[in-house]
């Protein structure tokens, strides 16, 4: 890969459908040459939380139990950012499970918008989108994001695909 490699977009906690009932929590780190899925690492993520209690605690105060729970959520939500600042190829050595999906890997390609339902009351409810990935080698790759990553993943898709369709809540790319 060229050390030329720029960061488009990473994705907040997102799943990685292994079966029926079964998930694993990645990230999606989205290139200018490729897809980088970075797997969850629980391990990673408390020593970034210590990181963030330890630099409270070189003020010279203590860090009550509200700190600790503001170090938490705040290490949960923003873990993905840290993706921003590090080179790919550090990404895909973090740990022995993540890949990478070139663009000349795949065969078939499907990004969908999730849908949205109101209520009575007019309260909204939005289903998560959807990744499908179709390798040549006939290996079918499905990820799930939070609502609301739609447009930003399929503007970073169009890096790696220039001939990607796009359509109303749709974007799709066969070979």
């Known amino acids: 890969m060229s050390t030329e490699e720029t960061i488009k977009h990473v994705t907040p906690m997102s799943g990685h459908k292994l079966g029926f009932f079964?998930?694993?929590?990645?990230?999606?780190?989205?290139t200018d040459?490729?897809?980088?899925?970075?797997?969850?690492?629980p391990k990673i993520a408390q020593e970034e939380y210590e990181k963030k209690i330890d630099e409270?605690?070189?003020?010279?105060?203590?860090?009550?139990?509200?700190k600790k729970i503001g170090a938490k959520w705040s290490t949960h939500t923003t873990f993905h950012q840290r993706y921003l600042e590090?080179?790919?190829?550090?990404?895909?050595?973090e740990t022995p499970e993540n890949?990478?999906?070139l663009p000349g890997s795949i065969a078939k390609l499907v990004l969908k918008r999730g849908s949205v339902s109101r209520?009575?009351?007019?309260?909204?409810h939005r289903?998560?989108?959807?990744?499908?990935?179709?390798?040549?080698d006939n290996k079918k790759l499905n990820f799930t994001f939070v609502p609301r990553q739609f447009d930003s993943i399929s503007h970073s898709l169009e890096y790696l695909i220039p001939t990607i369709t796009h359509k109303r809540n749709k974007s799709f790319f066969t070979r």
């Open 22 to 30: 079964k998930q694993k929590q990645c990230y999606l780190v989205f």
């Open 33 to 41: 040459q490729r897809i980088v899925v970075a797997y969850h690492d």
């Open 56 to 66: 409270h605690e070189k003020t010279g105060k203590k860090a009550n139990i509200f």
């Open 86 to 93: 590090m080179n790919p190829e550090d990404i895909l050595q």
């Open 99 to 101: 890949f990478s999906i």
């Open 119 to 124: 209520d009575q009351d007019g309260f909204e």
């Open 127 to 136: 289903n998560n989108d959807n990744l499908s990935v179709t390798t040549a």
